[in-house]
């Protein structure tokens, strides 16, 4: 029989998480609000900096989020001259999406806004921490959606969550397959 604290622990874990969500989400939305965007906008915007030119069904799939909503959000964002598409007609079905200066500008914007919020949330925790955290929500996720795995190494998909893995390296990114140590943050650190 659990004890007492981790039967409050597991209960109180879905209203932590979604609390935490919810505060990501109110900061990054006050980063794009003075666009008339919301944080469901600076989604898109970062995925489009980090893969630009994806069809919408991709983005989705990038993403994991409906199509559907991905058609409203890219509508807002073409309105504000955020993102244009390579459609020849307007009535073409298959087109890809990109930023435009202005949308690169805002998405360079949020990420290093996020970076700065990230940094004050970890600020005082040690980084050993930090990577061991990282490692456990990992794991975390992939427990909890069993089939991730093959959906993350599908070679037709490139789903956000391989992003988790993107350091950045001489103003590049790459796709790290694995958890990450402390042994390897310090050499690769050592090397920037």
Do not use: C
């Not at 935490?20 to 109110?26: E, G």
């Not at 559907?68 to 001259?81: C, D, F, M, P, S």
């Amino acid at each position: 029989m659990p004890n007492p604290d981790d039967v409050y622990w597991n209960s109180f874990l879905p209203a932590f998480f979604d609390r935490m969500s919810v505060l990501m989400r109110k900061n990054m939305t006050s980063m794009v609000v003075g666009y008339g965007l919301t944080s469901a906008h600076a989604i898109y915007l970062i995925a489009l900096k980090l893969q630009d030119g994806q069809t919408l069904v991709s983005l989705s799939r990038f993403l994991d989020l409906d199509t559907a909503n991905t058609n409203r959000v890219i509508k807002v964002l073409r309105e504000k001259g955020l993102v244009y598409d390579d459609r020849k007609t307007e009535s073409s079905k298959k087109y890809s999406i990109f930023l435009t200066d202005e949308g690169q500008k805002l998405a360079t914007e949020i990420m290093d806004g996020i970076t700065k919020l990230n940094n004050s949330y970890f600020e005082d925790i040690p980084r050993e921490d930090i990577l061991h955290m990282r490692n456990t929500l990992i794991h975390i996720l992939n427990n909890m959606n069993v089939g991730i795995d093959s959906y993350m190494g599908s070679k037709y998909e490139d789903p956000f969550y391989t992003h988790l893995h993107i350091r950045p390296v001489d103003d590049d990114y790459y796709v790290e397959p694995r958890l990450l140590d402390s042994a390897d943050d310090d050499s690769e650190s050592d090397s920037q």
